[in-house]
């Protein structure tokens, strides 16, 4: 039974590119949320999808970011014309049913370097 | 508002020796849950334990215990004659009722282990 999945584990963009950043949910898993980590910070939380649905964007910057989870596939956050703000490593998690409090796993994280 | 503070940033001691790592929380929910987290030089992130609000009973798993005291609104984690593989940062977080979407994380604590 896979885990979170994220991939790539790693991915650097030149400034202006454009990132996008994939989560496979745990089998049987319909809720995801993304959080990013800055540098020697903690983790904050962006958004909480379910399929097809965006529960909760709060935490997601206003501009050139955007998250998606389709009936098919993966979730997926993307950031269009990255800056050099936008390198930080972003994890994605998924429970089974509502809220994180039933328990969220974690997937390894993509980190983003911009260039 | 909801909080989690860890006000060690770093801690360092020698390897056998027993070490606490303090984490102090806000919230105004009756009902919530806390966290720790290990992120070791990999990056991942590891879950380690989830304690509900109601439940604050001492949690003890190998050389990990954990003391929770809803008087003092603290939850820490203390690690029993460490080891150089305890080496990491470690994070403490909350998810309350009202908010099951998000987990706010503190800043985490690095522990170095000396061997």
Redesign the interface.
């Known amino acids: 039974n896979a885990g979170v999945m994220q991939n790539p584990r790693h991915l650097v963009r030149r400034r202006g590119q454009e990132a996008r950043l994939r989560c496979s949910p745990m089998k049987g898993h319909s809720h995801v949320y993304w959080y990013r980590q800055l540098p020697e910070e903690g983790l904050k939380f962006m958004v909480y999808l379910q399929k097809e649905n965006i529960i909760d964007e709060s935490g997601m910057p206003k501009e050139r970011f955007s998250a998606e989870f389709p009936k098919e596939g993966p979730s997926i956050l993307r950031i269009q014309q990255v800056v050099r703000g936008d390198s930080a490593a972003y994890f994605c998690a998924s429970s089974p049913v509502s809220g994180v409090n039933t328990e969220a796993f974690f997937g390894q994280g993509t980190r983003l370097t911009v260039v | 508002a909801q909080k989690v503070t860890q006000a060690q940033t770093e801690i360092s001691v020698v390897e056998k020796e027993d070490v606490t790592l303090d984490c102090v929380y806000e919230t105004r929910d009756t009902t919530y849950?806390l966290f720790w987290?290990k992120q070791p030089p990999s990056?991942?992130?590891v879950?380690l334990i989830?304690r509900?609000s109601f439940d604050e009973q001492n949690e003890i798993s190998g050389r990990y215990s954990w003391n929770f005291q809803k008087s003092t609104s603290s939850f820490n984690f203390t690690i029993t004659a460490s080891q150089v593989v305890d080496s990491a940062v470690y994070?403490c977080a909350l998810?309350s009722?009202s908010s099951?979407?998000?987990?706010?994380?503190?800043?985490?604590t690095r522990l170095s282990i000396r061997p």
């Open positions: 849950y987290y990056g991942e992130l879950f989830r509900n994070f998810s009722h099951a979407s998000k987990i706010i994380f503190g800043s985490g």
